[in-house]
């Protein structure tokens, strides 16, 4: 029976511009769908409105075209589409982060009308394979927040529904988000879903030690382009990280066996070291 192409998709959240982390994820998901002729669909995940900006998603189009990152289909942005949680077992939790992080939190056992809705995670770890770690056994966030108290759905049931209903194959993306492949994982199980691959490619951190983020401005793609530097000097950097030659994007052809676990530091100076 032929393989059917896959489809793979670019995620951003609009709430910050696209650094050199991202870049890297999302070129990863990019090569690896065009590389076996595959679809690439655009999703903009912007359920929390209090911070997603539509400029920074426009941003971050531009950003994404300019290093090369093309798409087939934009589909509907997370903030307009509906997301029911009654095929999964929830209940509802009034408890604050400290309670919960005390495990004080009784809210499970308990019928409440208001307050999160939480998934009722099966406990155990989650398997599942990883193109490029192979075999994973993760124990998934405890009862991760689904649907917040004034209804709006939480990432993990959002891309887990959005992902089913856009037909997306394949999940390439940021390491950092292992633990919540876990939780996905389950949530495909409990609503009948098929889930996709998953592949999970380095993480990079600031000079600090901590996750890139739009506090390491330096890194942002657009003081990069700002600074002179030209998509095919990025991709130079980020290829090898993939356990590329550094190269255009366009030659290099993604083989999730050569891809290392990272994470990687970018240093003050610029340079990526492990
Ligand atoms: N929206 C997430 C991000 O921008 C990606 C989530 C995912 O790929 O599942 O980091």
Known sequence: MPLLPPVG?????????????????????WLSARGAGGRVLLRVEDLDRGRARDLVADAQRADLRWLGLDWDAEVTPQSRRAY????????????????????LCTCRAARHAEGVWRYRTPPG?????DRARGPCRVAPEDDPVVMRADG???????????????????????????????????LYEAMGLVPPTWLHVPVLLGP???????????????????????PERIWSLLLPLL??????????????????????????DGRIRS
Not at 158 to 186: F, K, M, N, S, Y
Not at 208 to 230: E, M, Q, V
Not at 243 to 268: K, M, N, Q, Y
């Open 84 to 103: 029911p949680i009654d095929a999964i077992p929830t209940y509802r939790c009034t408890c604050n982060r400290a309670a919960r992080l005390a495990r």
């Open 243 to 268: 356990g590329l030659p550094p190269g255009p994007l366009e030659h290099a052809r993604l083989d999730p066996a050569r891809i290392p676990p990272g994470p990687f530091v970018v240093g003050e």
């Open 125 to 129: 770890e989650v398997a599942f394979v």
């Open 9 to 29: 998709r670019l995620a951003p959240t609009p709430s910050g511009l696209l650094h050199l982390g991202n870049a890297l994820a999302f070129g990863a998901a």
């Open 208 to 230: 600090d030690g901590r996750k890139l983020s739009k506090s390491h401005g330096s890194t942002g793609i657009g003081a990069l382009r700002d600074a002179g530097y030209t």
């Open 152 to 186: 709006e759905a939480a990432y993990p049931l959002a891309v887990v529904v959005d992902d089913a209903r856009d037909g997306v194959t394949e999940v390439v993306r940021g390491a950092d988000l292992l633990d919540a492949t876990a939780v996905q994982v389950r």
